[in-house]
């Protein structure tokens, strides 16, 4: 049973020819991982799928279109979505940073602050004070709260200190049993360990789909994603 | 000392009135993007629906008839603004020049319609009597007007940080002030938002401007010219998008031109736009204004 | 560009009628107050045009250009008058000057960009425009602007049958602008200054300095603003600190809206449309009162700002790329049916 699915979607930017008929399909209550080089359109992708790049070809979530719908509806459909560059408000407190992301009429404050303790105790900071890693728990928190179809995740690990990693990783594990997730990650280690179903894109298109088991060969490693995979 | 008591409070009120003006301006200008040159309409639309309000509506100078006619000024500039914005704005959508251009002419067509209907000649405001009292404070004798004035943009001020800070919309507000794409990503249509600053934007410039027409004596097609561009000024200084940017910038200007126009006649213009200059080209986000990427 | 090749025909053309109306006594155009309207028409062409440079082929919004055309006027009458030098030695200095004033303002103001740097040029401007229209240091006769001392102006200048002079002049400035400009944007600099409008990150990546070419644009516009000055001074015979304000920069940026960016002749036919038509509006609104219109309507009617403005929202939200954009638009859907045509046959 597939949530989201995408047929033959195409975006251009500034005239370049960004995804070229990306087609898959997100199975329900797995994690995906959407791994690809750098500079593939892993993360336009995602863009694309919350209406916030323009599109082509058919996008739909649980049965239904929302290809062409303005992002705050398409989000509403049950999208929790974390950008690349995390995207938190820096001048807001922590504490407004996840309000502002409220929807549920019983957002789930405890699932949030059970998996990152740390925020709890600095709701009245600035965001923009918090360190990198706090930032992204921020980010990550703001999709948690509301009850989603999916969670749409771009490079939650990227810039992150190693012990970071670990944390994070950590609680994507803890969430990932019970959720449907698109997750972008250059980390493999993190990949195999949370990721059911990978996908593999370049220049545009999705070249490979199945099993992250297939991750364990590092010739397919290296044919498909380059050197670019990092390990730790 | 009498003088520098004198200047001082006139220099604070005059710097409200700025802060009306500005207010607006810097909230549009951070949230949307729209450099809005239709603001000095605002403020026009305002003093005529205050001076219509007061002359055909009371027909007193009640110091209640002036205060209920400033508000309603303040209502008809804010509904003006909103249907400027669903009309034009909203169709124009991310387009920031053109935004930027249609309130050019949005400003050329009202003034010319305006001044077509009503003339360019200076229409008397009624006041409530008092207005031209003074109060002493020490040996200074200060306009009681002022004081009005300073409290009118106190109440204002007052009334915009509550709504930021203690609404939902005001959240919505300040952090589409910082990432717009970010908020409509949360699921939040922004749009309500904008709508709800054009609306309080325009308020303040209506209530403004018929403080402004009582500060000059009267209401013309024409009164907004300068204030509109101290406006600019007082919202760059202050840093686009922060309110109380704008209300230190205002009190800044405010004083700063009396003052030099107190000892030097004249020139109070020049400094300010010298000062402007000087804390463009050292800070150019202004003094409170965020750092854009 | 392609665009110069269809431009050139039809400037050809209006350039031709025009010269030669006034010598052959065309109708209309001997009439020495059509002459004179014309001839400050098309200083508002030029003018525009300069600001186009700016504006749409450098991609630099600002608010304060109307300062270097009014401080072409303000040093050229200066100079006539107080200096006692005849015109066109005090023209070239005030045009000299004005070029390293406009290299000063522009390097201030280009450490800034888009909306800053449009406020800081709005500052500049608003500072001359007071320093002119409050009269510091007694050069400028305030408010009720500096006539220019008619003594020192060369004799075919002068006196309503020698108009047609006048009317040349409009014109040969406007040519000389309009070729300048059309060096400038031709040339490899000013294939720069349209890189940078279309992506400074990726222009600089070229490792060309930004901010020296953006100067250089801005340095010319201002120069070729206040060669446009001189000669409005010399035509209306006197300056004004109107010409200084930012309502004037405003109106220019109107008159490229209206005509169209970067195709330099919709600039050109932008600014003489505006010209004409806040000068010939009135006119036709008193048609308008005559016929019992009612006066909801006849009031803004007169005003040219209602009509100008309205036209102006309308192209905005309507039709991108003013005047110049409808006709190239036009005259692709024409090609395209002509090619469809000729490949059913
Ligand atoms: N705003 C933009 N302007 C121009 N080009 C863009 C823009 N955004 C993306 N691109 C281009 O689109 C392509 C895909 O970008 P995208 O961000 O989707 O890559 P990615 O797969 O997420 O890479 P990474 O792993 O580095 O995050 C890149 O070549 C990028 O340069
Ligand atoms: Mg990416």
Redesign the pocket.
């Known amino acids: 049973m597939s949530v989201l699915s995408l047929k033959d979607v195409h975006v251009y930017?500034?005239g370049?020819h960004?995804l070229r008929g990306v087609t898959f399909e997100i199975p329900s209550n797995k994690v995906t991982a959407l791994l690809?080089r750098?500079?593939?359109?892993?993360?336009?992708t995602l863009k694309a799928i919350m209406g916030l790049r323009q599109s082509t070809g058919e996008i739909t979530l649980d049965g239904k279109s929302i290809h062409g719908k303005p992002t705050y509806q398409i989000v509403r459909t049950g999208i929790g979505y974390v950008p690349?560059d995390r995207e938190i408000f820096s001048m807001l407190s922590v504490k407004d940073n996840l309000n502002i992301a409220v929807r549920d009429s019983e957002p789930n404050f405890d699932l949030v602050y059970s998996l990152f303790p740390e925020l709890k105790t600095r709701t009245a900071q600035r965001a923009g004070t918090l360190s990198g890693g706090q930032q992204q728990m921020v980010a990550i928190s703001r999709a948690l709260l509301n009850r989603n179809q999916i969670l749409l995740i771009d490079?939650p690990t990227k810039g992150l200190a190693p012990k970071l990693v670990t944390e994070v990783a950590e609680s994507l594990a803890r969430v990932a049993g019970e959720s449907t997730m698109l997750l972008v990650e250059?980390n493999l280690a993190l990949v195999k360990r949370v990721a059911e179903h990978i996908l593999i894109m370049d220049q545009g298109k999705i070249i490979f789909q199945g099993e992250p088991s297939h991750l364990e060969d590092a010739d397919f490693v290296h044919s498909m994603l380059g050197v670019g995979g990092r390990h730790n | 000392m009498d003088t520098f008591v004198l200047i001082s409070i006139t220099g604070v009120g005059l710097g409200a009135l700025y802060f009306l003006v500005a207010s607006g301006l810097s909230l549009i200008y951070g949230l949307m993007g729209v450099l809005n040159f239709a603001h000095g309409t605002f403020l026009v639309v305002g003093a005529f629906v205050g001076l219509w309000m007061s002359t055909q509506v009371f027909h007193t100078n009640s110091t209640f008839a002036f205060i209920v006619s400033m508000i309603v000024g303040g209502i008809g500039a804010g509904i003006f603004a909103l249907i400027m914005e669903q009309l034009l704005i909203t169709r124009l959508y991310n387009r920031h020049i053109d935004q930027a251009l249609v309130t050019v002419g949005v400003a050329l067509v009202v003034g010319a319609v305006l001044g077509g209907w009503f003339t360019n000649d200076l229409r008397l405001l009624p006041t409530p009597p008092w207005f031209i009292n003074t109060v002493t404070i020490g040996k200074a004798f200060i306009p009681v007007d002022r004081f009005l004035y300073i409290l009118t943009a106190l109440a204002l001020l007052g009334i915009f940080v509550g709504i930021l800070k203690f609404t939902r919309i005001g959240l919505i507000i300040r952090a589409g002030v910082e990432n717009r794409t970010m908020v409509t990503a949360l699921g939040i249509n922004v749009k309500r938002a904008f709508s709800a600053v054009f609306f309080l934007g325009g308020f303040a410039a209506g209530v403004g401007g018929v403080l402004i027409a009582a500060y000059q004596g009267g209401v013309t097609p024409l009164m907004a010219g300068s204030w509109l561009i101290y406006g600019f000024i007082v919202v760059v200084i202050g840093g686009m998008g922060s309110i109380g940017g704008s209300a230190v910038a205002a009190l800044l200007i405010g004083i700063t031109k009396q003052f030099v126009n107190y000892y030097i006649p004249g020139l109070g213009d020049f400094v300010v736009v010298i000062l402007l200059v000087a804390v463009l080209l050292v800070r150019p986000q202004g003094l409170f204004g965020k750092v854009s990427a | 560009m392609l665009r110069w090749k269809y431009s050139r025909p039809l400037l050809g053309l209006l350039i031709l009628i025009t010269a030669i109306g006034p010598a052959i006594h065309l109708g209309f155009l001997a009439e020495p107050g059509m002459q004179q309207t014309l001839a400050v028409a098309f200083l508002y062409g030029a003018l525009a045009l300069t600001y186009d440079l700016l504006f749409g082929f450098t991609g630099l919004l600002s608010f304060g250009h109307a300062v270097f055309f009014a401080s072409g006027m303000y040093l050229t009458a200066i100079f006539v008058n107080s200096a006692h030098m005849s015109l066109f030695p005090a023209a070239a200095i005030a045009i000299f000057i004005t070029s390293l004033l406009a290299t000063a303002v522009g390097a201030a103001s280009l450490r800034t960009t888009g909306i800053t740097f449009a406020m800081v040029t709005l500052a500049f401007g608003e500072a001359g425009h007071i320093i002119i229209s409050r009269n510091f240091g007694n050069f400028t006769n305030g408010e009720n602007g500096l006539a220019l001392n008619a003594d020192r102006v060369p004799s075919f200048f002068l006196g309503v049958a020698n108009t047609r002079y006048l009317f040349w002049l409009a014109l040969s400035v406007l040519a000389i602008t309009y070729f300048a400009i059309w060096w400038v944007t031709q040339s490899s600099a000013g294939k720069v200054f349209q890189a940078l409008r279309d992506n400074e990150v990726r222009a600089s990546v070229l490792g060309l300095n930004p901010f020296v070419y953006k100067l250089l644009a801005f340095m010319i516009a201002g120069t070729l603003a206040s060669i446009v000055g001189c000669a409005m001074l010399v035509i209306s015979g006197s300056a004004s600190p109107r010409f200084a304000s930012a309502e004037t920069t405003i109106a220019l940026l109107l008159m490229v809206i209206l005509g169209g960016a970067v195709t330099r002749w919709g600039a050109v036919i932008g600014g003489i449309l505006y010209s004409l038509a806040s000068t010939r509006l009135q006119d036709f609104s008193k048609i308008a009162t005559q016929h019992h219109i009612p006066k909801v309507l006849s009031g803004p009617l007169s005003e040219p700002a209602f009509t100008l403005g309205l036209i102006f929202i309308l192209i905005v939200m309507f039709a991108p790329g003013g005047l110049s954009g409808a006709y190239y638009r036009l005259r692709q859907s024409y090609f395209a049916k002509k090619s469809r045509k000729a490949e059913t046959e």
Request: no cysteine; hydrophobic share 20%.
């Open positions: 930017i500034q370049s960004v690809g750098n500079g593939v359109g892993k993360s336009t690349e490079e250059q």
